[in-house]
């Protein structure tokens, strides 16, 4: 079946560091490709989302860029701070058009101060 | 702002009780979906709905049912729990393919 990739699970950093997760999905139909984070205790949240007719996005201090010929996406964290330490999770749609979102193992980001 | 809640946070069942989890949403979204969140399992989906009464199975639905009666709230049912469905449940919903607004989760405990 259809799934994504994500990597690493675990990811250290000192405080401002950069931090960069990869994830590469299966469906080449896929067109739009999220990134939630979760803190310890609450619900996911969307931090940036890209849809596949754009390379890249900036949002402050977090980007994401897109492969669509290699199907792969990463999130980008420049200047870390401890509250960026959180889960998080990248996704993708698939081709059925219903919303449905395969999501990532998640990687858990710690940020040393 | 937009609203996901879920009827409980915490719930502890015993072994072969049937088990109701509601989801209601108030954005008027057509999608709405189940997940189950397990350490270093990421977010599983368990079933979803593009539309009243319609339903479809995720990729774990055994052991669980839902229901959508109307657009607004989603059930997830454990007609009879078991031990191996201790978890995290999240509840979702989202217009289209667009971003998935979650609500805060219930913690479910089966002894």
């Known amino acids: 079946g259809e799934n994504v990739e994500q990597h690493p699970s675990t990811l250290s950093v000192q405080e401002g560091d950069s931090a960069v997760i990869k994830c590469t999905y299966s469906?080449?139909?896929?067109?739009?490709f999220p990134w939630y984070k979760q803190e310890l205790g609450k619900r996911p949240q969307l931090i940036i989302d890209?849809?596949?007719?754009?390379g890249e996005k900036k949002d402050q201090r977090i980007a994401v860029t897109l492969n669509k010929t290699a199907k792969h996406f990463s999130l980008h964290i420049t200047e870390t701070q401890p509250e960026d330490s959180a889960v998080y999770f990248c996704?993708?749609?698939?081709?059925?058009?219903?919303?449905?979102?395969?999501f990532g193992q998640g990687t858990t980001l710690q940020v040393k101060p | 702002d937009v609203k996901v809640t879920q009827s409980s946070r915490y719930l502890v069942k015993r072994t072969g009780e049937k088990v109701f989890l509601e989801c209601v949403q108030d954005?008027?979204?057509?999608?709405m979906f189940w997940y189950r969140q397990d350490p270093g399992l990421g977010l599983r989906l368990i079933y979803f709905?593009?539309?009243?009464?319609?339903?479809e199975k995720g990729d774990i639905p055994e052991g669980y049912s839902v229901s959508r009666e109307k657009k607004e709230r989603f059930s997830l049912i454990l007609e009879s729990a078991s031990t191996n469905q201790t978890s995290m449940y999240l509840c979702?919903?989202?217009?289209?393919?667009?971003?998935?607004?979650f609500g805060p989760g219930t913690r479910l405990t089966v002894l």
């Open positions: 979702a919903s989202s217009f289209g393919d667009s971003e998935q607004f």
């Open positions: 469906d080449s139909a896929s067109n739009y």
């Open positions: 890209i849809r596949s007719n754009v």
């Open positions: 996704a993708a749609t698939l081709s059925s058009n219903t919303g449905k979102l395969i």
């Open positions: 954005m008027d979204h057509e999608n």
């Open positions: 709905s593009y539309d009243v009464k319609m339903k």
